[in-house]
């Protein structure tokens, strides 16, 4: 059967607000034209982010009912930790209250003044964590991850021969650990393959270094391995998950994506003395080391969603439901980073908006046309991002995330046809200029105006 159905039905409904265009053109303008400023209920369809905004399953929310709120040893803890031990293989389990706070950790852990931490593609806050405890964060994605239009079923790979070079030039001895992230999200959401990490992991051998996972969408990236690797698809994403952090020595994890809660996050390690560091760093800023920040409630959260998300059925409607967004997009004359990841689909602005140059930020007004003409919020991934202080951006992108388990068949309908209208007079779409901007991640906060 060609048609997707949503693996679930809706037992708890939240009204969303339609606005009239004149509304919407008021509130772009006292948001500054920037979409973090909006007022959520302003929002029709909200695809900023898959994170933290997924649905809950009866199973979830019987589990917040079950919640131990002891201080210590609280049963729903013993839970968590089983879990995700059965799920990883990893001994030593932590919580925190989101996949921030685990890289904190670790990296405050790890890192010392000139150290260097090389991933795939870090995301920001791995980056901004890596920075803060001294080090240096590296990019090593292959070059194919940096094409939009390039083919290749894990754009997510990190290039082994570059990593093995830096091992040789800069010497093990500044490389606390090597980092994956699985799915790479700064590089489109996309896989990283099994053959991959295991060729990651003999280079980390050579050198006697750890291997940590940044680990959010660990089954997504499971179930691209089914789907796209040889000899792979006879196994569950499950088995495949295991397969993948059996190659680690840790990960830290946001459980906002693949944990299908709305707060949440997990730090594992293999290593008992580093364990035992990370648990006092814990205590002392996060919480006990039976909570970790989060309540009772969110560690039963936490417990079940990690064990849906490995669901197939699951999997295959949250792949199939992006390629159908990413197909009816296509179908329309836009252009996307192919061949499709996991959590979002990723818009080229540049291909959308050719009459506006990178220094007017095609991405902002593409995602500021987006709402204007629909209510949709979307987000820019490219110069208003990345580009402060003249800092070279390789592709300007929107990212159209999908949250998990929140919208429906016609809610994406609605997103291609406003998509493709919006693209059918897309030469009225107008380039923007900052006119406030702050010192650091200016994207959350910059004011602009639109150039007439
Ligand atoms: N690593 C990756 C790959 C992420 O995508 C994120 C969050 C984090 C770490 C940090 O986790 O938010 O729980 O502290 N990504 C979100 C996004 C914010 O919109 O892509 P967190």
Redesign the pocket.
């Known amino acids: 059967m060609k048609t997707i159905i949503e693996p679930f039905r809706i037992k708890v409904v939240e009204p969303i607000t339609m606005t009239t265009s004149e509304q919407r053109e008021q509130r772009l303008r006292e948001a500054n034209f920037n979409l973090f400023k909006l007022k959520a209920r302003d929002v029709l369809i909200d695809l900023?982010?898959?994170?933290?905004t997924g649905a809950m399953s009866s199973d979830q929310w019987a589990g917040v009912m079950r919640g131990d709120e002891s201080y210590a040893g609280a049963e729903s803890f013993f839970r968590f930790q089983d879990v995700l031990r059965r799920i990883t293989g990893i001994e030593n389990v932590l919580p925190t209250h989101?996949?921030?706070?685990s890289?904190r950790i670790l990296f405050e852990l790890v890192c010392t003044p000139g150290c260097i931490i090389p991933n795939n593609n870090h995301?920001?806050?791995?980056r901004a964590n890596v920075e803060h405890s001294g080090g240096q964060a590296v990019d090593l994605v292959i070059p194919e991850g940096r094409i939009a239009k390039s083919r290749h079923p894990f754009k997510g790979n990190m290039d082994v021969a570059r990593l093995e070079a830096l091992f040789e030039s800069v010497g093990a001895d500044r490389i606390p650990l090597v980092m994956v992230?699985i799915?790479?999200?700064?590089g489109g959401g996309q896989p990283v393959s099994l053959e991959n990490l295991r060729a990651v992991r003999a280079v980390c051998d050579k050198f006697h270094t750890p291997l940590f996972l940044?680990a959010?969408?660990f089954a997504e990236n499971a179930y691209f391995i089914k789907l796209r690797e040889p000899g792979q698809s006879h196994r569950n994403a499950a088995e495949i998950a295991r397969e993948v952090f059996s190659l680690a020595d840790g990960a830290?994890i946001?459980?906002?994506?693949d944990g299908l809660v709305n707060i949440g996050?997990v730090l594992l390690m293999r290593d008992p003395a580093l364990a035992r560091r990370a648990s006092n760093l814990l205590i002392m800023t996060e919480g006990f080391v039976s909570y970790g920040g989060v309540a009772g409630r969110d560690l039963e959260a936490m417990a079940q969603g990690f064990e849906e998300v490995l669901n197939e059925d699951y999997l295959q409607y949250r792949i199939r439901s992006a390629d159908y967004l990413a197909g009816k997009l296509m179908s329309a004359g836009i252009a996307i980073v192919e061949p499709l990841g996991g959590?979002a689909i990723y818009v080229d602005a540049t291909a959308f908006c050719p009459h506006i140059p990178p220094e007017h930020f095609p991405g902002q007004a593409l995602a500021v046309g987006l709402y204007r003409h629909a209510g949709i919020r979307t987000?820019e991934i490219g110069s208003v991002m990345f580009g402060a202080g003249g800092h070279h951006v390789d592709m300007e992108l929107v990212?159209f995330?999908l949250p998990r388990r929140v919208y429906t068949q016609s809610h994406i309908d609605y997103v291609a046809e406003a998509s493709g209208e919006l693209f059918e007079k897309r030469s009225s779409l107008r380039g923007l200029r900052i006119v406030e901007e702050p010192t650091t991640l200016r994207h959350f906060s910059a004011a602009f105006e639109e150039i007439q």
Request: glycine share 10%.
């Open positions: 900023l982010t898959d994170s933290g989101q996949g921030r706070a890289e995301f920001d806050t791995t992230t799915t790479n999200n700064s940044d959010c969408r830290t946001s459980a906002k994506k996050g959590h987000c990212r995330a």
